[in-house]
């Protein structure tokens, strides 16, 4: 079993679309989680991080994380072309030195 | 500011032989990452620097490959007769502080071994 999985789609919706990105993981020693976007032919770049359990927003961004089932969410309102790309979750240990990535999601807002 | 750059972007090159690959951090970041990711499959950590010196080693998949670092400066990850199998995209990223979730990725280099 994969410390952390992530289904690796493709996921296609169209635009004003709500999506739901999910993860799940093993290792309950996990106490930051990340979301990285992933552009074609570019490295991820962080979206957004949260420590322990608990939902954090950012414009049409809301993460949240449930520990208690060793799960994890990233949801975006109002889907834009733009936001077509590949999103990545991650997570860490207290230390953060040995993060731990899922496969990514490949994600098309249609317009 | 200058991101994370890597070189070159591409390398393809034939099975046996030893490539080197390149990451410049950015200026005054203390920790750099090397990441490998293949083909639908998510980051792999492969070695993680604090300074120029690397705790973390326990990602590298072989005695082939090997990675080093100048000072809070460059870095080059090599890999010694390459195989098929190395064939992945080798991301570098690097923090501030170290270590961090808040990693900043440069492009990847591609490599492709035939």
């Known amino acids: 079993q994969k410390e952390v999985e992530q289904d690796p789609g493709p996921l296609s919706v169209p635009e004003g679309a709500i999506v739901s990105l999910n993860c799940t993981y093993s290792n309950s020693a996990f106490q930051y989680f990340m979301w990285y976007r992933q552009y074609s032919r570019k490295g991820p770049e962080l979206l957004m991080y949260t420590y322990s359990s608990g939902n954090k927003e950012d414009g049409r961004f809301t993460a949240q994380v449930d520990k208690s089932s060793k799960y994890i969410s990233l949801f975006i309102r109002d889907s834009q072309p733009s936001d077509s790309a590949t999103y990545l979750c991650a997570m860490s240990t207290q230390n953060n030195n040995d993060m731990r990535f899922g496969a990514g999601t490949r994600l098309t807002v249609k317009p | 500011g200058a991101g994370v750059s890597q070189s070159p972007s591409n390398k393809v090159t034939e099975k046996g032989k030893d490539v080197e690959l390149r990451c410049d951090p950015i200026s005054g970041h203390t920790a750099l990452y090397w990441y490998r990711q293949r083909l639908g499959q998510g980051l792999e950590f492969l070695i993680y620097f604090q300074g120029n010196s690397a705790p973390d080693k326990s990602g590298l998949p072989s005695d082939r490959f090997s990675a080093e670092r100048t000072g809070e400066s460059v870095s080059t990850l090599t890999i010694q007769r390459t195989q098929q199998e190395d064939s992945a995209v080798y991301l570098c990223?690097?923090?501030?502080?170290?270590?961090?979730?808040?990693?900043?990725f440069g492009p990847g280099t591609r490599l492709t071994v035939t």
């Open positions: 990223a690097s923090s501030l502080v170290s270590p961090s979730y808040e990693q900043y």
